[in-house]
């Protein structure tokens, strides 16, 4: 599972990247719907603050 933080700045680059739209956007930051979550890693890879930690 992965986490995104508060170092989340709100970009919208993960949203995009997420092939199953698991990432939506909240409040302060960026959530993850960890049923629809595929654990694929996109999201890490394209995030340029490193907001996205693994759980």
């Known amino acids: 599972m ?3 933080t ?3 700045v709100k970009c919208g680059a993960c949203e995009s990247e997420c092939p199953n739209n698991a990432i939506y956007e ?3 930051q960026f959530n993850i ?3 629809k979550c595929l654990v ?3 999201c890490i890879s394209v995030c340029p603050n ?3 930690d693994e759980k």
Do not use: L
């Open 6 to 8: 508060n170092r989340c």
């Open 26 to 28: 909240g409040e302060k």
């Open 2 to 4: 992965f986490q995104i």
């Open 33 to 35: 719907d960890y049923k």
């Open 40 to 42: 694929c890693g996109n």
């Open 50 to 52: 490193n907001a996205i």
